[in-house]
């Protein structure tokens, strides 16, 4: 009867210690899902600013912008359109 004992103990403490290791593997399997929502939201934000950063670079590139900013330090635009200068050179043989 103590034999019969004993590996009904054995069978409790097996199923026991299954318990806990599929309690163990819920319980990371849980974090993890956190982790993934909260790195999709990180990724969201760095989405949406670096919209906006491009936005503003592509609005600090415009011509007109460019040109109120030098003449805030002194410097305007050309009256006179550029002109090309041609160099003609010989090279002789």
Same mark, same amino acid.
């Given at each position: ?6 590996? +009904? ?7 026991? !210690? /299954?318990?806990?290791? =599929? ?7 849980? $974090? $993890? ?6 790195? +999709? +939201?990180?990724? @969201? *934000?760095?989405?949406? *600013?670096? !919209?906006? !950063?491009?936005?503003? /670079? =592509?609005?600090? $590139?415009?011509?007109? @912008?460019?040109?109120? #900013?030098? *003449? @805030?330090?002194? /410097?305007?635009?050309?009256? =006179? ?7 003609? #050179?010989?090279?002789?043989?």
């Amino acid at each position: 009867m103590s034999d019969d004992s004993f590996k +009904n103990w054995r069978f409790i403490i097996f199923l026991s !210690v /299954l318990a806990l290791i =599929m309690i163990a593997s819920s319980h990371s399997a849980d $974090k $993890k899902v956190h982790r993934i929502a909260q790195l +999709n +939201n990180d990724v @969201k *934000e760095l989405k949406s *600013e670096y !919209v906006d !950063v491009r936005m503003t /670079l =592509m609005q600090a $590139k415009l011509e007109s @912008k460019i040109i109120k #900013t030098m *003449e @805030k330090r002194g /410097l305007k635009p050309s009256l =006179m359109p550029p002109q090309k200068i041609k160099i003609i #050179t010989t090279i002789k043989k």
